[in-house]
C-alpha cells in the first residue's frame, strides 16, 4: 500500500488549516505527490488556497543550484510568485518576507540526518514565524533511510552551525515533521505548529518501502544508495579526498590523485564491515575537489542496509585511509578564518579529528557517543507520530 504524504492529505481533507489565509510555501525539487506533480503547483493552482510567496532552501526551489552555491531571490516564472532564498543573502525568512504571511507551509524532503541543511532551514522558518507571530504547517514526509535506526554522536552546542543547528546525533530517525515537534518543544521555539502526518508509513520503511517516486533533494544525492551511505559519507567532506562530486556516483566514490585504488579495497575489504563491499575504481571529477584530476579509490557497495552502520564503518575508512597516507590525507581547513574546521562542524565537536589524528582507535568514538544517543533515543519517542 503505498504511503500518504502530507501534502496529499492536506489537500484531501485539511484546507481548513490554510482557508481565508495568505500562505507560504518552503518546497524543493521532490516536493511532489505519488503522481510527481509539485506542491508549488497544486497549492497555486487550487481555488482554495491563496499562495503568495515561495521559499526556497539550499539548491533552489528548482534544485538548478550546486551544494554551496547561493542563491538569489527572484521571481519564479512558472506562477510569478516572488521566491525568497534562504540560501543566499539570508538563511532565515526576513519579517520583510513574512510581512503579507498568515501562515507558512514547509514541504522538505530532508535526507534523515542532522548535517542536511533542510534541518536548519526548517527550524529557522519555525523561529522567524514565531517573531512574527505567524502559524507554521508541516507536510510530513517519509524518512528516506527509515526511521528505526539512530547513529552517531550529540552535537556539541559549541560547534553549531548551519549543518549542525541542534543537539541531534548525526542520524536522528524522525521524519521531519517528528523533528520540528521535538525543535519546536526542546529547543524553545514554540511556534504555532502543525504537523501533517502520512498515512500507511512505519518505522522501519526505507523509501523504497513507500510505493512513492524517488525524487532527489540534493543534486548530488540522486539516488537512495547515495542517501544510505551519506550519515558516514558526508565526513568525507571535511577532509582532502573526493567525495565523488562531479561524478555519477556522489558518495559511493571516494578517492584521490595520490590513493592507490587496488591496495585501498582490499585493505577495506579485509575490515569486513558489516553490509559493504569495496572494489576499486578510477574517476576525474568535474567540479568540486581534485576537479579534471584523476583520482583513483573505492567505490562503496552497501550488500545489506541492515546491517550497515554508516558511521561507525567511515571511522574505520578514514582511519584506513589516514594510516595508509598519512603525509598525504588532511583534512580540510576552516571555511572562514577563526571558524571551526569542517570535520568538527559535520561531527559536532573536535573528538572525531583528534582521535584519528592521535591514531587511537576509532571504535573508542562509537562507546563515547552510546550514553547520549541512548538518552536521544528515550527523547525522540515523546515525539514520535508513528
Given at each position: 500500500m503505498?504511503?500518504?504524504?502530507?501534502?496529499?492529505?492536506l489537500?484531501?481533507?485539511?484546507?481548513?488549516?490554510v482557508?481565508?489565509?495568505?500562505?507560504?510555501?518552503?518546497?524543493?525539487?521532490?516536493?511532489?505527490?505519488?503522481?510527481?506533480r509539485?506542491?508549488v503547483?497544486?497549492?497555486?493552482g487550487?481555488p482554495?488556497?491563496?499562495l503568495?510567496?515561495?521559499?526556497?532552501?539550499?539548491?533552489g526551489?528548482?534544485?538548478?543550484?550546486?551544494?554551496?552555491?547561493k542563491?538569489?531571490?527572484?521571481?519564479?516564472?512558472?506562477?510569478?510568485?516572488p521566491?525568497?532564498?534562504?540560501?543566499?543573502?539570508?538563511?532565515?525568512?526576513?519579517a520583510?518576507?513574512?510581512?503579507?504571511?498568515?501562515?507558512?507551509?514547509?514541504?522538505?524532503?530532508?535526507g534523515?540526518?542532522?548535517?542536511?541543511?533542510?534541518?536548519?532551514?526548517?527550524?529557522?522558518?519555525?523561529?522567524?514565524?514565531?517573531?512574527?507571530?505567524?502559524?507554521?504547517?508541516?507536510?510530513?514526509?517519509p524518512?528516506?533511510?527509515?526511521?528505526?535506526?539512530?547513529?552517531?554522536p550529540?552535537l556539541?552546542?559549541?560547534?553549531?552551525?548551519?549543518?549542525?543547528p541542534a543537539?541531534l546525533?548525526?542520524?536522528?530517525g524522525?521524519?521531519?515533521?517528528?523533528?520540528?515537534?521535538?525543535?519546536?518543544e526542546?529547543?524553545?521555539?514554540?511556534?504555532?505548529?502543525?504537523?501533517?502526518p502520512?498515512?500507511?508509513?512505519?518505522?522501519a520503511?526505507?523509501?523504497?518501502?513507500?510505493?512513492?517516486?524517488?525524487v532527489?533533494?540534493?543534486?548530488?544525492?540522486?539516488?537512495?544508495?547515495?542517501?544510505t551511505?551519506?550519515?558516514?559519507?558526508?565526513?568525507?567532506?571535511?577532509?582532502n579526498?573526493?567525495e565523488?562530486?562531479?561524478?555519477?556516483?556522489?558518495?559511493?566514490?571516494?578517492?584521490?590523485?595520490?590513493?592507490?585504488?587496488?591496495p585501498?579495497?582490499?585493505?577495506?575489504?579485509?575490515?569486513?564491515?558489516?553490509?559493504?563491499?569495496?572494489?576499486?575504481?578510477?574517476?576525474?571529477?568535474?567540479?568540486?575537489?581534485?576537479?579534471?584530476?584523476l583520482c583513483?579509490?573505492?567505490?562503496i557497495?552497501?550488500?545489506?542496509r541492515?546491517?550497515?552502520?554508516?558511521?561507525?564503518?567511515?571511522l574505520?575508512?578514514?582511519?584506513?585511509v589516514?594510516?595508509?597516507?598519512?603525509?598525504?590525507?588532511?583534512?580540510?581547513?576552516?571555511?572562514q578564518?577563526?571558524?571551526?574546521?569542517?570535520?568538527?562542524?559535520?561531527?559536532?565537536?573536535?573528538?572525531?579529528?583528534?582521535?584519528?589524528?592521535?591514531?587511537?582507535?576509532?571504535?573508542?568514538?562509537?562507546?563515547?557517543?552510546?550514553?547520549?544517543?541512548?538518552?536521544?533515543?528515550?527523547?525522540?519517542?515523546?515525539?514520535?507520530?508513528?
Amino acid at each position: 500500500m503505498t504511503t500518504t504524504l502530507g501534502l496529499e492529505v492536506l489537500l484531501a481533507s485539511q484546507l481548513r488549516l490554510v482557508a481565508g489565509k495568505r500562505v507560504g510555501l518552503v518546497a524543493c525539487p521532490s516536493s511532489v505527490d505519488r503522481h510527481l506533480r509539485g506542491s508549488v503547483e497544486l497549492l497555486h493552482g487550487h481555488p482554495d488556497v491563496n499562495l503568495v510567496a515561495l521559499f526556497g532552501p539550499e539548491h533552489g526551489i528548482r534544485g538548478d543550484a550546486q551544494a554551496g552555491a547561493k542563491v538569489d531571490s527572484a521571481i519564479d516564472p512558472l506562477t510569478q510568485l516572488p521566491v525568497h532564498s534562504l540560501y543566499g543573502k539570508t538563511q532565515r525568512p526576513t519579517a520583510e518576507m513574512l510581512r503579507d504571511l498568515d501562515a507558512i507551509i514547509i514541504d522538505l524532503q530532508d535526507g534523515g540526518v542532522r548535517f542536511y541543511t533542510f534541518v536548519a532551514t526548517a527550524l529557522y522558518v519555525m523561529a522567524a514565524a514565531r517573531a512574527a507571530g505567524i502559524s507554521v504547517i508541516i507536510l510530513d514526509r517519509p524518512a528516506p533511510i527509515n526511521g528505526a535506526r539512530v547513529e552517531g554522536p550529540i552535537l556539541n552546542p559549541d560547534y553549531s552551525s548551519f549543518v549542525g543547528p541542534a543537539p541531534l546525533p548525526i542520524r536522528y530517525g524522525l521524519t521531519i515533521g517528528e523533528l520540528a515537534r521535538l525543535l519546536n518543544e526542546r529547543g524553545k521555539v514554540h511556534c504555532d505548529l502543525t504537523v501533517i502526518p502520512l498515512g500507511n508509513w512505519s518505522r522501519a520503511m526505507w523509501a523504497d518501502d513507500t510505493g512513492l517516486p524517488f525524487v532527489p533533494s540534493s543534486p548530488n544525492l540522486p539516488t537512495l544508495d547515495a542517501m544510505t551511505l551519506y550519515p558516514g559519507a558526508c565526513l568525507i567532506e571535511g577532509t582532502n579526498l573526493s567525495e565523488g562530486r562531479g561524478t555519477t556516483r556522489p558518495f559511493e566514490y571516494i578517492g584521490a590523485p595520490w590513493v592507490k585504488a587496488e591496495p585501498l579495497a582490499a585493505q577495506l575489504n579485509a575490515l569486513k564491515l558489516a553490509g559493504l563491499r569495496f572494489r576499486p575504481v578510477y574517476f576525474v571529477p568535474t567540479f568540486s575537489k581534485h576537479q579534471s584530476q584523476l583520482c583513483a579509490g573505492v567505490h562503496i557497495y552497501v550488500s545489506d542496509r541492515e546491517q550497515f552502520q554508516p558511521v561507525a564503518a567511515m571511522l574505520r575508512v578514514l582511519q584506513t585511509v589516514k594510516r595508509s597516507y598519512p603525509d598525504r590525507f588532511g583534512w580540510r581547513q576552516a571555511w572562514q578564518p577563526g571558524r571551526q574546521r569542517p570535520i568538527d562542524l559535520l561531527w559536532g565537536s573536535d573528538r572525531l579529528r583528534r582521535q584519528i589524528d592521535a591514531d587511537r582507535p576509532v571504535d573508542e568514538l562509537a562507546a563515547q557517543w552510546q550514553p547520549g544517543l541512548q538518552e536521544f533515543e528515550r527523547l525522540r519517542r515523546d515525539y514520535m507520530l508513528y
